[in-house]
C-alpha cells in the first residue's frame, strides 16, 4: 500500500476465505452466513454505477497515464477534480525486481492530506498464480489483517477486491480497499486508503475511482 505523497509501503494483500455453517431443525447446513457475509462485503466495499451518480458525476475528472514511457503500463481513472495526481517516482532498481514487491504507479490525494489517498501499482505476476493468492501475500507484507472481501465481474473484468486494516506509526489505524487487476502478467494494484474513522466517508469515493479505472495498454 502506497500510504501517502511521500511514504511508499510497497506490499500485497491477504485473502482469507471464512465459511460459517450452522445447522437446521433437519441437520442440514444452512446459507444464511455466507449470504450476510456477502452483504458485509458489499457494504464496506460499495461497487457498482456510483460514478454515474449525481454524487461524483460532476465532481470527478478523467486522467490518462501513460507510466514509465511504456504503453503496457497504460491507464484512466477519474478522481475528484480538486485532487492533486502525480506519477510515482521510481528508480531502476524497482523495474528491475517488480516480480518480488509493488512498484508505485500513481499517487492521488487532496491537496495537503496525509491521511487519506487513491494509489496505483503494478506486480509481475505469473499468470498461473491466483489473484487470491496475490492478495495474500499483499496484506501479510503489510502486517494487516482483512476485514471483509469479494469478487468483482465488471466490464469483462475479473477483481479480487478486499478491506485491509493495518497501523501506521504516524497515523494510527488504518482501513485500504485494495483491487487487484490482472492484465496478462501484470497485476495491477489499486488502493484507497485513509485513516479508519474518515473510512465511511471515503469509502463510495474509493468505490467510484475504481469503477472508472481502466487499464488500457497492449
Not at 466495499?45 to 486522467?63: C, I, N, R, Y
Not at 517488480?98 to 487513491?118: C, L, M
Not at 475511482?209 to 488500457?216: D, V
Request: glycine share 8%; net charge negative; charged share 20%.
Amino acid at each position: 500500500m502506497q500510504r501517502s505523497w511521500t511514504t511508499v509501503l510497497a506490499a500485497g494483500l491477504i485473502v482469507v476465505s471464512c465459511y460459517f455453517s450452522t445447522r437446521t431443525e433437519a441437520g442440514g447446513p444452512s446459507a444464511a452466513a455466507p449470504q450476510a457475509a456477502s452483504s458485509a462485503a458489499a457494504e464496506q466495499l460499495p461497487f457498482g454505477d456510483l460514478l454515474a451518480s449525481g454524487e461524483f458525476s460532476q465532481t470527478f475528472g478523467a486522467h490518462q497515464f501513460t507510466p514509465f514511457g511504456d504503453s503496457q503500463f497504460s491507464f484512466t481513472i477519474s478522481i475528484p477534480n480538486r485532487w492533486e495526481s502525480h506519477l510515482s517516482e521510481v528508480d531502476p532498481d524497482q523495474l528491475a525486481h517488480d516480480s518480488e514487491a509493488p512498484v508505485p504507479v500513481a499517487e492521488f490525494a487532496p491537496g495537503g492530506a496525509d491521511d487519506v489517498g487513491v494509489n496505483v501499482q503494478y506486480l509481475r505476476v505469473p499468470v498461473e498464480k491466483p489473484l487470491a493468492t496475490v492478495i495474500d501475500d499483499y496484506v501479510k507484507a503489510n502486517s494487516g489483517t482483512l476485514v471483509t472481501r469479494q469478487r468483482l465481474d465488471s466490464k469483462g473484468r475479473s477483481m479480487e477486491d478486499a478491506l485491509m486494516k493495518s497501523t501506521a506509526e504516524d497515523l494510527g489505524p488504518l482501513l485500504t480497499r485494495v483491487t487487484l487487476l490482472r492484465r496478462g502478467t501484470i497485476v495491477f494494484i489499486f488502493t484507497g486508503w485513509c485513516v479508519e474513522e474518515k473510512y465511511e466517508k471515503y469509502k463510495r469515493l474509493f468505490g467510484a475511482a475504481l469503477e472508472s479505472f481502466t487499464p488500457t495498454g497492449n
